[in-house]
């Protein structure tokens, strides 16, 4: 009944009118962590374009491990130099409250926030925070990080960013594309480049300073490499035929993409410094949508050499390939998560394409998730959750799973349709 | 007939009243005062029998340019009637036997207009991942690309590009609207 209770109030849940992504929460865990975050104390005049407080309390119930306290139902809303009345916080089920202030100052902001524990009644931490003026999103981001990271143990990872594509359509031929950056949850989108013909496949470098992805400059797809501060393009391969499916090598001097310059899609390793181009694959079939395990020794990808398209992991040294894909007539686009064990990917089954993982040790597979078309999985870098592509009455939108499917959270675009996410690596 | 085949058919048969004319003239004036020796005699004969199979040559090769011609404009009408999509099936790239006749019907042309060239663009429906439609896009575009080849088309005459599932021509999401979105294109460049 709780839980009911607490999915109804999730719905409330709305993200400033700026953020391009809204965020609902489908399902979650069964015992989530009740966590109050109090309205910070503004401290200067003036108002805040960002609610720190709505921020964060949406960045912890975004991971599905996390249940907010109500605004209206708090008793008092104390700032960080206020005595702390824990029974009252006890009496509206609350674990840990968060309190807070925000103010200008000469350098630009300083925020002060301390998290308590309602139960042991004590302060876990208390941190100042100054921050250049447009930095409040960046040091709400960062403090939703060190709360998650205190009460799981786990990394945060609300620092991180997103890539995704937009299509708006017109008609057949007439479309236009976006790559768009975005924080980690769909705020301060961006766009970094736009065409009138498809951008497929972004894919970020292991640092995160540069990103990969397929787009045409004039009638040709290419496979090109943009760094993020600089906007810079590098040309990797624009040949005849397919150029497509990018990915990083685990050293970032490596692309593995497909080429079908040679007559049939195909993949291959391009050197990013060189420009050298080895091939990987020779079958008559369709090899595509490569990428390597975090090792850099493999290299999964798809292939329907065996009749349909299923799983292939190839060993990067003496390029002999296996089979890893056996449930099921059609596996693609794979791959690996951080700790290297396990796989996902989509998996068609009863005529519907889901999420699923593969652990590749003990060979469980598992459905993640049960909308139809879904796509384009990609990892979070502390590999609690995945991010992948769905779409709910033809229009395209984003949705989050947690790895073993209990938490799933959509995040609906509110203007045009969205596709090909990849969750970006930490920056920290 | 074309204007340009008229006055040059006209040209030709000037060329030769001039011709036979002169032929008269010489040998009126020079027949009597000169002698033609056996040699003299057949090379002009020679000569004049190399005129007339030149002549009689180019009167046929005008006509057979005027009936490639007729052909030409036929089968390129034939190609503009021929239906311009072509259907697959899921995760298939193999041409359907109604796709045959009217790519044929584009072969034929394509074949006999060098200059002619066509761009293929090959598309998926949306189910299944977007890189691998790509892949399939291109397949399905390389597969009407291939049939054109052994019809006659030069290779150099076709360009092929897939947009995988990208561009679909019809947004409904079932059975119907996917099928009509496993294509290729043909477009005349």
Redesign the interface.
């Known amino acids: 009944m709780r839980l009911f209770i607490w999915l109804a109030m999730a719905f409330l849940v709305v993200m400033p009118a700026r953020a391009e992504l809204v965020i609902e929460i489908t399902r979650g865990v069964e015992n989530p962590i009740k966590i109050a975050v109090v309205p910070f104390r503004v401290k200067s005049s003036g108002a805040f374009d960002v609610d720190l407080a709505r921020l964060i309390e949406s960045n912890l119930e975004r991971s599905g491990q996390f249940a907010r306290v109500r605004r209206d139902t708090m008793l008092s809303l104390p700032g960080p130099e206020d005595q702390i009345f824990y029974r009252d916080w006890r009496a509206i089920d609350s674990e840990y409250t968060v309190v807070g202030s925000v103010e200008r100052d000469a350098e630009g902001l300083l925020v002060r926030y301390g998290l308590h524990d309602v139960f042991g009644e004590r302060v876990l931490f208390a941190e100042r925070i100054p921050g250049a003026p447009e930095s409040l999103r960046d040091i709400g981001h960062y403090i939703s990080d060190r709360i998650y990271e205190a009460l799981t143990g786990i990394k945060g990872i609300f620092s991180t960013r997103l890539l995704y594509v937009s299509a708006e359509r017109r008609s057949e031929k007439d479309q236009t594309f976006k790559l768009i950056l975005s924080d980690a949850d769909g705020g301060r989108p961006r766009t970094i480049f736009q065409s009138s013909e498809p951008i497929l496949s972004p894919k970020w470098s292991p640092d995160g300073s540069r990103v990969a992805y397929m787009s045409f400059r004039g009638k040709r797809p290419g496979i090109y490499v943009q760094t993020l501060v600089s906007g810079e393009v590098q040309k990797v391969s624009d040949f005849p035929g397919l150029n497509s499916a990018p990915s990083f090598s685990p050293d970032g001097r490596k692309l593995v993409l497909t080429l079908s310059r040679d007559g049939n899609p195909e993949i291959y390793v391009a050197n990013l410094r060189t420009g050298e181009i080895d091939r990987m694959t020779n079958h008559f079939a369709i090899d595509t949508e490569a990428s390597w395990s975090p090792d850099g020794r493999s290299i999964l990808f798809t292939s329907s050499r065996g009749g349909k398209p299923q799983l292939y992991l190839m060993n990067v040294a003496d390029k002999t390939v296996k089979r890893v894909t056996f449930d099921g007539d059609y596996n693609s686009n794979g791959s690996f998560t951080p700790d290297g064990e396990s796989i996902v990917f989509v998996h068609r089954t009863n005529e519907r394409f889901h999420i699923a993982r593969l652990n590749l040790k003990t060979r469980e597979l598992r459905i993640l998730t049960e909308t139809d078309l879904d796509e384009s999985p990609s990892v979070a870098p502390n590999g609690t959750m995945l991010i992948y592509a769905t779409s709910d009455e033809g229009k395209g939108l984003l949705g989050l799973v947690s790895m073993d499917g209990r938490v799933r959270v959509r995040l609906p675009s509110v203007s045009e349709s969205v596709r090909e996410p990849a969750w970006s690596p930490f920056f920290n | 007939m074309s204007v340009l085949k008229q006055a040059k058919a006209v040209g030709i048969a000037v060329v030769l009243a001039v011709l036979a004319g002169c032929a008269g003239q010489v040998n009126e004036s020079a027949g009597p005062s000169k002698i033609e020796s056996d040699a003299e005699r057949a090379a002009r004969e020679a000569r004049q029998a190399e005129f007339l199979a030149r002549q009689q040559k180019s009167q046929e090769e005008a006509k057979a340019a005027d009936r490639a011609e007729i052909m030409g404009e036929q089968l390129r009408k034939n190609a503009m009637a021929a239906d311009t999509l072509f259907f697959f099936g899921f995760?298939k790239s193999d041409l359907s036997q109604d796709a045959l006749d009217d790519l044929d019907a584009h072969a034929k042309y394509l074949a006999s207009v060098r200059a002619a060239k066509v761009r293929l663009e090959g598309h998926a429906d949306?189910?299944?991942?977007?890189?691998?439609n790509?892949?399939?896009g291109?397949?399905r575009a390389n597969a009407v690309a291939r049939y054109l080849v052994i019809q006659g088309v030069n290779r150099s005459q076709i360009e092929?590009?897939?947009?995988?599932e990208?561009?679909?021509?019809s947004?409904s999401?079932d059975d119907n609207g996917w099928s009509r979105n496993r294509r290729v294109e043909l477009i005349y460049q």
């Open positions: 995760d949306e189910r299944g991942t977007r890189a691998y790509l892949a399939l291109e397949r092929t590009v897939s947009y995988g990208e561009r679909p021509l947004l999401r």
